[in-house]
């Protein structure tokens, strides 16, 4: 059994008064128990763990549009290393918009690029072959195994529960997203778009902010996938 430094230096007390004082000490004994346990350090809490919720649960799939051809989604990555753990960020804009804050006992259940791209795909799946970028040429190739798909990229610079005012905050997701095609001489542009998306949050907590981001993260994957749609 593990003892932690209090509970040691109480055994070694209680022992001392016990031999001291017959009855007298007993009744003490038991006195300096109790104030010992109420000395030790509380359980620490654990962190509470969200993510986005089931997504699309209907075991119908949609039926994918003929001219949707293959994309192929590579990983998202993050703006600095601020993004790359499991924190739930918020910011106070009317204090120190510069400063990001993690809620204590809060957490995603991955970091936050990865949730994203989860959901992303979800999404796009249901109306197009999505593939993973760099898994090799013969799992990315197009229908006409001719051509590798396009590939999607994307950048997560902002992901936050933004305070404008103590009794009012919102949910905000900016990303930078590119589509580019594989050639013979290297990547080539075809389109690049930014989004900045943010939900209202209905509480002033990490709940809340949650709440928000998923909302406004649904809301940046439609705009992806409309966009998507129209280049040519």
């Known amino acids: 059994?593990?003892?932690?430094?209090?509970?040691?230096?109480?055994?070694?007390?209680?022992?001392r008064i016990t031999r001291a004082g017959g009855r007298f000490g007993l009744?003490?004994?038991?006195?300096?128990?109790?104030?010992?346990?109420?000395?030790?350090?509380?359980?620490?809490?654990?962190?509470?763990?969200?993510?986005?919720?089931?997504?699309?649960?209907?075991?119908q799939t949609a039926p994918r549009s003929p001219?949707?051809?293959?994309?192929?989604l590579a990983d998202i990555s993050t703006h600095g290393g601020v993004?790359?753990?499991?924190?739930?960020?918020?910011?106070?804009?009317?204090?120190?918009?510069?400063?990001?804050?993690?809620?204590a006992q809060a957490r995603w259940s991955m970091p936050p690029a990865q949730l994203v791209r989860q959901r992303l795909r979800d999404t796009l799946s249901r109306s197009r072959p999505v593939l993973n970028a760099g898994e090799g040429p013969a799992l990315n190739r197009g229908t006409n195994q001719s051509a590798l798909p396009r590939v999607l990229q994307l950048e997560l610079e902002e992901f936050s529960h933004l305070f404008e005012a103590p009794g009012s905050s919102v949910g905000l997701i900016r990303m930078r997203a590119t589509l580019v095609e594989s050639t013979p001489t290297g990547e080539k542009l075809l389109a690049q778009?930014?989004?900045?998306?943010?939900?209202?949050?209905?509480?002033?907590?990490a709940v809340g902010g949650v709440k928000a981001l998923t909302a406004a993260t649904d809301a940046a994957i439609e705009e992806i996938?409309?966009?998507?749609?129209?280049?040519p």
């Open 1 to 15: 059994m593990k003892h932690t430094p209090i509970a040691i230096n109480t055994v070694a007390s209680c022992a």
């Open 193 to 205: 778009r930014n989004i900045a998306v943010s939900r209202p949050a209905p509480s002033a907590d």
């Open 83 to 103: 993004l790359d753990n499991q924190a739930v960020l918020y910011r106070l804009a009317y204090a120190n918009p510069q400063q990001l804050r993690p809620y």
């Open 225 to 231: 996938s409309t966009w998507l749609q129209q280049v």
């Open 27 to 59: 009744m003490l004994l038991v006195t300096v128990f109790l104030g010992a346990c109420s000395a030790l350090p509380d359980k620490p809490l654990r962190a509470d763990l969200f993510d986005f919720g089931p997504g699309h649960v209907s075991s």
């Open 67 to 72: 001219s949707a051809a293959p994309l192929a």
